[in-house]
């Protein structure tokens, strides 16, 4: 019995190496300037024939000049990473944030089973040309690198160059880049990795808390086999669980100030978020709450649905989702690269009216129209925590109702456009050779065309930015301004 058991362990531990030898492999492939080129040369095609706002921002002479740059400075040989930050700088281009660059299925299966490499060491918040330190996974093994340290250089690079070369290969809608300061700040090590795979330690310049500046160097951390001796992590505080958690939602009251907290971190979920959102607005009018904080700051979309639904809860008048809802084609072209396809083509098909060669418009949008419910309604004031990653549906539900008088929005710039969006559906376009998928928006929605275009998202009431105090500190200084502003009204 014991040799059976002892053969089971050895045939497992076998198995595993091969499946962990196989993930490696898979990363380690690597692409000819030709095969990304060609995938490149292809893209251009598909997004031509099929992005309804691909000339928005950028001309089809710039993309092509950019194409032709980008396909130069290629190496003889690309690695995974190289190639999709190839791919990544020419769509990132575009402005618009739901076309975006994401690797293979294959290459993320073997990202998850490849032998764990060293991590990087820092976590950080970027904006603007500031990085700051939001942990240090050494922990107490390093007392001068801590929460709220401001870093000006990592590896000899100065921070504000290091952060622009990251953003060129961040989509987002239009010129807003506080939706991809908050996605270098989620993934900042798993991104300068990409550009810099061959790095295993950091050679950092930060201010020290004498406000001098200081170099240090940092390995990069490999977790402890044995967890229990790990060092552990210093994180930012969060609010204590709410009984109310459903959905990636929570509600939260502070009787003291007549308030409620709102926190809405996505707009997926369906029945569970639908029903969710219903319960909370009964509870809000029980209690007779006169003040509400809706937060939105991690929320980057989802059902549009569900954005209408929380807007009838709050909006003051009627309202339909869009001016109008255009695709460029009546059917799906090049449609063998794009997956999947049937669907949404019978989609375009079915519900599309011709308005000339190059605009179909969805008329079912701009007609619908949405009415305020009369059950639950809250009808006090209502403040709006907004940052980059408050996108997609979350900026169609602020459309709705930022102008009325109750409303206040406090935070950053919103990662969604104020004027438009692409989306809808979105399948991806799967590139033949390096099989990088990019994300496809079939239309586009216009919010209110009698808006001045912009190329920014909704600009905040008042402005609240990310400041190294507060990261070391542990406040959530949108919070507190919100709390402020409610305090202030009640004298």
Not at 92 to 110: D, E, F, N, Q, W
Not at 219 to 229: E, G, L, Q
Not at 457 to 471: D, K, R, W
Request: glycine fraction near 6%.
């Amino acid at each position: 019995m014991g040799k059976l058991f002892t053969f089971i362990i050895i045939l497992i531990t076998a198995a595993s190496c091969v499946t962990r030898n196989k993930a490696n492999n898979t990363l380690q492939t690597t692409y000819s300037k030709e095969q990304v080129s060609n995938d490149l040369q292809l893209l251009e095609k598909v997004l031509m024939a099929n992005h309804p706002g691909l000339h928005v921002f950028i001309s089809q002479q710039e993309l092509e000049v950019l194409k032709d740059s980008i396909i130069q400075q290629l190496p003889a040989m690309a690695s995974i990473h190289q190639a999709r930050n190839a791919v990544a700088t020419y769509v990132a281009a575009i402005g618009c944030g739901h076309t975006s660059v994401r690797y293979s299925k294959a290459m993320m299966r073997a990202g998850g089973k490849a032998t764990p490499s060293k991590q990087f060491p820092l976590g950080v918040k970027v904006w603007g040309d500031s990085a700051v330190v939001l942990f240090n996974l050494w922990g107490r093994a390093d007392t001068a690198i801590t929460q709220g340290t401001i870093l000006t250089h990592i590896n000899g690079i100065r921070v504000d160059s290091l952060l622009h070369q990251m953003r060129t290969v961040v989509s987002t809608d239009g010129s807003s880049l506080s939706f991809k300061d908050q996605f270098i700040s989620n993934s900042f090590g798993s991104l300068y990795k990409t550009f810099y795979p061959n790095d295993t330690s950091l050679s950092v310049r930060f201010i020290a808390a004498d406000g001098q500046m200081q170099d240090k160097y940092i390995p990069y951390y490999k977790a402890p086999k044995n967890v229990s001796n790990a060092v552990p992590t210093v994180r930012i505080p969060t609010p204590k669980p709410s009984p109310w958690v459903k959905q990636n939602a929570s509600l939260l009251f502070q009787p003291a100030t007549e308030t409620a907290i709102l926190s809405i971190h996505s707009f997926e979920g369906n029945k569970g978020l639908r029903r969710f959102i219903k319960k909370a607005f009964e509870e809000i009018e029980k209690r007779g709450t006169k003040n509400l904080i809706i937060d939105l700051r991690r929320n980057t979309g989802g059902r549009i649905s569900l954005a209408t639904l929380l807007t009838k809860y709050v909006a003051n008048t009627s309202f339909h989702v869009a001016d109008s809802v255009y695709t460029s084609s009546k059917k799906i072209a090049l449609k063998q690269y794009v997956k999947p396809h049937f669907a949404y083509g019978l989609h375009k098909w079915l519900f599309t009216k011709k308005i000339s060669d190059s605009v179909f418009t969805v008329p079912y949008f701009a007609n619908k129209k949405y009415h305020p419910t009369t059950q639950h309604h809250f009808d006090g004031n209502i403040y709006y925590l907004t940052g980059g990653y408050t996108f997609s549906a979350a900026t169609l539900h602020l459309h709705f109702v930022h102008k009325q008088p109750n409303v206040t929005l406090i935070g950053e710039e919103t990662g969604g456009n104020y004027y438009a969006l692409n989306a809808v559906h979105i399948p991806d376009i799967e590139l033949p050779n390096t099989l990088l998928r990019v994300r496809l928006p079939l239309y586009r929605q216009v919010f209110d065309s009698s808006r001045t275009f912009t190329s920014k998202g909704f600009l905040p009431t008042y402005q609240v930015l990310p400041s190294s105090e507060a990261i070391k500190r542990g406040i959530d200084a949108k919070m507190q301004k919100a709390f402020d502003i409610i305090k202030a009204t009640a004298q």
